[in-house]
């Protein structure tokens, strides 16, 4: 496979809204990187709310011994009544206690504990030394003021970097929390392709944590790793500019651009990935019979709406109208926009009310969107597709783009079914 032509939408005008949103905040990452990382828990100091939020969002994980969990701040912690640090202090010595498998343990900032200017950096460090070196004691901030949903990954894995080991080797480091099969999956084509040695951030446990330094590269496996992405660079690592591996063509892409920077030929790459290319296309034209020719329009959400618009214009012939995203890092989606063809309205942020009149003016075939506006929309006639279900579902590289393509389909199939079922349904009334 060549390179395709840019046809370009990295110059389209961007428009920029500020106002409501409907958003996660970024501790719901914590729900998939505490499989992810292995010997991990994260400790959010956070209100009732916080603790809530996590508890819906995890859904039935809640009652499997999680590694997570909120230390809740009282009132009287609130009031600066009582030392919030000798509490936090306590609370982490009796979960260290009880859990002798955690070796790294994230203190997580909230929208509270962020408000009564808590330092959780401060306790972080206090709470490394006294419990080193069996447990390394981190923070970051997941807070709904500082951070939207996957940004919470994002600033999970940037903590992560300072304290990484300093190496001298030309490694790959592979960037962003993959589900263990689709990582194993990758490693096994970057292997065949001759891209070695190659590393993982996050690792499964904490004794497999990679080193970085001058002669690291690395390449983003999500759009949403901008901080990380700089605190990389910063240690004198370099990224590898690609569009993300979502669909044949997003993954054959990325492949062949970390193949170039191990010197290795494109024609390498297609050789060793013709099988895999084939099925994953074969795979993408089964959903792409539903969704050819369909109007989409993807609410900001998660970062990840460009490179699936990208996939689902290019490989699933649907028309993008308007491709929202919480934020546009044009460096790191810029390679992403070159293959978009013009037309869609890019927009960054969001003013929810302003955005649902777009929507109902445009009324796409499909709607990408949060869940608490997917229902009312479904409920005015519109297709949505769960944004949240992106994250949560393996769909990177070759193996698992039919099943990304089905994630829009399905919606669409749903509701075909059940418009032809609808006038018996009435008959039978
Ligand atoms: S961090 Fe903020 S936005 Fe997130 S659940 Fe807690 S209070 Fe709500």
Redesign the pocket.
């Known amino acids: 496979m060549t390179a395709p032509t840019p046809t370009g939408c990295r110059d389209a005008p961007v428009l920029k809204e500020r106002g409501q949103r409907e958003v996660f905040?970024g501790?719901t990452g914590i729900i998939w990187l505490h499989r992810k990382m292995q010997d991990a828990f994260f400790l959010v100091v956070?209100?009732r709310?916080?603790a809530h939020?996590l508890q819906s969002a995890a859904g039935v994980m809640i009652f499997a011994e999680p590694r997570f969990g909120t230390a809740i701040l009282e009132e009287k912690d609130l009031a600066g009544m009582a030392d919030a640090q000798a509490e936090l202090d306590r609370e982490v010595a009796r979960l260290l206690d009880r859990r002798h498998d955690i070796r790294r343990l994230f203190l997580v900032g909230?929208?509270?504990s962020e408000v009564i200017k808590l330092d959780i950096g401060k306790a972080a460090e206090r709470l490394s030394a006294a419990h080193a070196p069996h447990v390394q004691v981190l923070n970051y901030s997941?807070?709904?003021?500082e951070t939207t949903f996957t940004e919470g990954e994002d600033a999970c894995l940037a903590a992560m970097v300072p304290v990484l080991s300093e190496s001298d080797r030309k490694e790959l480091l592979l960037v962003g929390a993959l589900p263990d099969v689709v990582e194993d999956q990758t490693l096994g084509l970057l292997d065949a392709i001759g891209v070695t040695p190659v590393r993982c951030l996050p690792a499964r446990r904490a004794a497999e944590a990679p080193g970085v330094g001058s002669k690291t590269v690395f390449a983003l496996t999500q759009p949403f790793l901008g901080e990380t992405s700089a605190a990389l660079v910063r240690r004198g690592a370099r990224r590898i500019a690609a569009p993300f591996p979502f669909g044949a063509e997003g993954t054959t892409l990325w492949l062949k651009a970390v193949a170039a920077e191990f010197g290795i030929a494109p024609e390498v790459v297609d050789r060793v990935t013709a099988a895999p290319r084939a099925r994953a296309a074969k795979a993408v034209s089964g959903a792409a019979e539903t969704l050819r020719g369909k109007r989409i329009f993807f609410m900001p959400d998660s970062q990840l709406e460009i490179p699936l618009a990208r996939f689902l214009t290019r490989e699933c012939g649907m028309q993008a109208i308007e491709i929202g995203t919480p934020y546009l890092h044009t460096a790191i989606h810029g390679p992403e926009l070159d293959l978009i063809e013009a037309g869609p309205r890019l927009s960054e942020g969001q003013d929810v009310d302003l955005q649902l009149d777009r929507v109902r003016a445009a009324r796409p075939d499909l709607t990408v969107c949060g869940l608490g506006l997917a229902n009312p929309l479904e409920a005015e006639g519109l297709a949505t597709k769960w944004a949240i279900e992106l994250v949560f579902t393996p769909i990177h590289f070759y193996e698992q783009a039919g099943d990304l393509a089905a994630l829009f389909a399905r919606p669409l199939r749903r509701r075909a079914l059940l418009d032809r079922r609808a006038p018996r349904l009435e008959a039978a009334e």
């Open positions: 905040c501790l956070g209100s709310t916080c939020l909230s929208c509270p997941g807070s709904g003021i």
